[in-house]
C-alpha cells in the first residue's frame, strides 16, 4: 500500500455525462467514476430512462463528455426495456453516425436475487480484466426490487439484510476503485411512515412525490452504502419532474426540472434553484 | 537545549533572556506578534527566531516524543502544563470551535458521526486542508493523512475547500499583518494537495494492516498532524459473523491509532455511521460499532439535523462539557451556520 499525495489524483475526478448539458451541469458535470451513485424514485419517474441514457452516452469520446467505454447494465426488473434502448441508440446513432452501434456495446444481465448480484461481482471483475474494450459503467437497476420480497421484518432478518447491504457495496466499490468505473444503481420509493423515520440529505421539508410524502427504500443501512444519491419526483399533475441532490460528496443541494422525450432525458434551464 | 545554543546574535540573546525565555520550548509557544512585543523586536525577526528555535528543539526530540513519556514519569502539573499549550485544529466554524474549546486536539482521538449527507467527510476534507495553515496564521503547519474506505474523497471538493482557506488567510493577513510581508501568502492550492497524502482502502484486513504501518510512515513524515479515518465502519459491518472478533479487530485499531496520537502529538478524526438500535421496544439512533466501541475514542461527537440546520454535540468527552452548535456545509467549506451569522450581527 502507497500513500498517494493528492496532487498525483487527478485534478477533477473524472465525470461520465448523461447526454444532456444542463442535467450535467447540475451534476457537476456528470456521474463521477470511482462512485457510487443511487438514482431513487418512484416507478415511472424515469430512472430506467436515465440509465440508458448514461450507458449509451458513455460511448461518447471524452472529448463529448464519455468515456469512449462500454457498459454491464444488471437489470432484477423484468422485461428490460430492449425497444427503448433501440430507440436511444437510433437517435444517437443519427447524430454521431462515426460511432458503433450502441447497443454492441452494452452487456446485460438479469439477476434474481441479492445473493446472485453478490455471487456475480468477482464474475464481472474476472470480465473486466478479460474485456477487449473498456468498461467503465456499471448499471444496476434497481437494487431494491432485489431486497423487497425475500426478507422478513425481524431482527434476524434484518441483520442478514444489511449485512448483504454492506457486501454488495464494498464488492460495488472496489469495482469502482480497481477499473475506475461509475456504479449506479436505482431504489425505489417508500411512504413516509410518521416520526419514525430519519431525517437523511438536504431536502429539509422531506421527498414529495405525486403528492405524497416519501422516502427512499432500504432504510438507513443503505444509506451508507452509497456516495451520492439523486431524488426524482413529478407533480400531482404529472406536468413537471424534478431531480435534486439529496447527498453527495461533491455537490450543493441543488436541483433541476427536466422532462422526458423520444430522443431522452432533457434538463429544463430555466427553473435551475 | 538552552537559549544561549541558538545561532542569534548576541543582543538578541540577551534580550530572550532579560524577557524570561529560557528554554527553546519556551519560545517555541508563543507567536511570533508576541515574542516582538516581548523583546522589542521587529515581527520578521521575531519569526527567524521562532523558527530557529522550532527547528533546533525539533532536532532535540528526533522522535517527537517527550523524554518523560518515554521514562514512564509525568506529574500531572507536567500534563497541565503541557495540555495547556496543546494544539488545535481549527474547523473553520467559530461555533463548533468554542464548544470544542478551540478545534480539534492534538494527541487525543476524536469521533464524529452522522446521517448519510449531514457532512461527515466534509468535515474531514475541511481538517486536512485546515492543518495545513502555517504558524503564522494560528494554525499547525502541518500535514494530512486522509484514509478513504467508502471512495467519498473528491479532489474537486478540496480544492474548493483549500481556495476559499488560502482566500481567508489572505484577508487575515490583511486585516492584521499590513507589515508583515514576509509571509504574505504565498501558497496555492496545489501546495495543499500536496502536503494530505491519500490512502484509498477496499478492505478491513487492508484497513487494519495500512493503520498498523501508520507508525513507520509517520516516522518519515513527521509533519504529518491528522490522521482522518473515513470512515472508520465501512468495512467492519461487511462480512462479520464472528462479532467477539470484530470487537477485538476494532479494539486493536483503535488502541493503534490512540499510540499514534500520543507518540506523534497528532489528532486522530474517526467518521462513523449511524444505525438504529432497539432500547426498551423504541428504535433510536446511535452509532455503528456497538457499545464497547464507543469506549475507544477519547471524544464522541454526533451531528444531526434540527430542523433546517445541521448541529454538533459532544456526546462523549473527558474535558468538555456536553454542548451543541449549528454549523452549516457551503460551497466554501464548513461554516458558521447562516442564521447565527444573523444573530451576531444583530446584536
Same mark, same amino acid.
Request: glycine share 0%.
Given at each position: 500500500m502507497r500513500a498517494q499525495k493528492v496532487l498525483e489524483l487527478q485534478q477533477q475526478s473524472q465525470k461520465c455525462s448523461v447526454g444532456c448539458p444542463v442535467l450535467d451541469r447540475c451534476l457537476g458535470g456528470g456521474i463521477p467514476c470511482n462512485s457510487v451513485t443511487e438514482l431513487v424514485g418512484e416507478s415511472g419517474v424515469g430512472k430506467t430512462q436515465l440509465c440508458l441514457q448514461l450507458v449509451i452516452s458513455a460511448q461518447l469520446p471524452p472529448s463529448l463528455g464519455g468515456l469512449s467505454a462500454s457498459s454491464i447494465f444488471i437489470h432484477?426488473? %423484468? #422485461? %428490460? #426495456?430492449f425497444r427503448r434502448l433501440r430507440q436511444l441508440s437510433r437517435a444517437f446513432l443519427a447524430s454521431h453516425p462515426d460511432l458503433l452501434d450502441p447497443c454492441d456495446r452494452v452487456f446485460l444481465r438479469a439477476v434474481h436475487s441479492a445473493a446472485d448480484l453478490l455471487a456475480l461481482i468477482p464474475i464481472i471483475e474476472t470480465f473486466l480484466l478479460h474485456s477487449p474494450s473498456p468498461v467503465r459503467i456499471i448499471v444496476i437497476d434497481s437494487i431494491a426490487a432485489l431486497f423487497r420480497s425475500d426478507f422478513d421484518n425481524t431482527g434476524s432478518d434484518l441483520r442478514r439484510r444489511s449485512s448483504l447491504f454492506f457486501r454488495i457495496s464494498g464488492g460495488l466499490r472496489r469495482l469502482a476503485k480497481r477499473f475506475g468505473i461509475a456504479v449506479v444503481v436505482t431504489n425505489q420509493v417508500v411512504d413516509f411512515m410518521g416520526d419514525g423515520d430519519v431525517r437523511v440529505g438536504n431536502l429539509g421539508n422531506g421527498l414529495y412525490s405525486s403528492g405524497r410524502r416519501v422516502c427512499a427504500a432500504l432504510g438507513l443501512a443503505w444509506a451508507h452504502c452509497v456516495n451520492s444519491r439523486l431524488f426524482f419526483c413529478r407533480d400531482d399533475n404529472e406536468k413537471s419532474r424534478r431531480m435534486s441532490v439529496v447527498f453527495a460528496p461533491h455537490l450543493p443541494h441543488s436541483s433541476c426540472e427536466y422532462v422526458i422525450k423520444g430522443e431522452g432525458l432533457f434538463g429544463q434551464e430555466t427553473t435551475s434553484v | 537545549m538552552e537559549v544561549g545554543m541558538l545561532p542569534i546574535s548576541s543582543s538578541k540573546r540577551g534580550k530572550l533572556l532579560a524577557a524570561g525565555y529560557t528554554t527553546l520550548d519556551a519560545i517555541a509557544r508563543v507567536s511570533p506578534t508576541h515574542l516582538a512585543r516581548d523583546i522589542d523586536v521587529s515581527d520578521g525577526e521575531a519569526l527567524e527566531i521562532l523558527n530557529l528555535a522550532t527547528k533546533a528543539s525539533a532536532l532535540e526530540r528526533p522522535n517527537g516524543t517527550h523524554s518523560a513519556v518515554v521514562g514512564g514519569g509525568q506529574t500531572a502539573w507536567d500534563m497541565l502544563n503541557d495540555e495547556k499549550f496543546s494544539s488545535y485544529i481549527t474547523t473553520s466554524c467559530v461555533d463548533l470551535d468554542n464548544i470544542l474549546g478551540g478545534g480539534i486536539k492534538c494527541t487525543e482521538v476524536t469521533e464524529i458521526g452522522g446521517v448519510p449527507g449531514i457532512g461527515k467527510t466534509q468535515i474531514g476534507i475541511q481538517l486536512a486542508v485546515n492543518v495545513q495553515i502555517p504558524r503564522e496564521y494560528g494554525g499547525l503547519g502541518g500535514k494530512a493523512i486522509y484514509i478513504d474506505t467508502e471512495g467519498s474523497f473528491m479532489v474537486e471538493r478540496v480544492q474548493q475547500v483549500a481556495e476559499a482557506c488560502i482566500e481567508d488567510m489572505a484577508e487575515y493577513s490583511h486585516h492584521f499583518h499590513k507589515d508583515f510581508q514576509t509571509c504574505d501568502v504565498k501558497m496555492h492550492h496545489n501546495n495543499i494537495f500536496e502536503n494530505i497524502f491519500y490512502f484509498r482502502v477496499c478492505s478491513y484486513t487492508e484497513q487494519i494492516a495500512l493503520i498498523n504501518y501508520l507508525d513507520k510512515f509517520v516516522t518519515e513524515n513527521k509533519d504529518v498532524k491528522i490522521i482522518v479515518v473515513d470512515s472508520v465502519t465501512f468495512h467492519f459491518r461487511? $462480512?462479520? $459473523? $464472528?462479532m467477539p472478533l470484530r470487537t477485538r479487530l476494532l479494539g486493536e485499531m483503535a488502541l493503534n491509532l490512540m499510540k499514534l496520537a500520543k507518540r506523534f502529538c497528532l489528532a486522530v478524526v474517526m467518521l462513523n455511521q449511524v444505525t438504529t438500535k432497539c432500547i426498551e421496544g423504541s428504535f433510536q439512533l446511535t452509532l455503528a460499532l456497538g457499545d464497547s466501541w464507543s469506549h475507544s475514542c477519547t471524544n464522541r461527537i454526533i451531528l444531526f439535523w434540527n430542523g433546517n440546520e445541521r448541529y454538533a454535540f459532544i456526546d462523549k468527552s473527558p474535558s468538555l462539557k456536553a454542548a451543541s452548535a449549528p454549523y452549516s456545509v457551503t460551497t466554501r467549506g464548513i461554516r458558521n451556520s447562516t442564521s447565527s451569522c444573523k444573530r451576531i450581527k444583530m446584536m
Open positions: 432484477t426488473e %423484468f #422485461p %428490460f #426495456p | 461487511q $462480512d462479520f $459473523d $464472528d
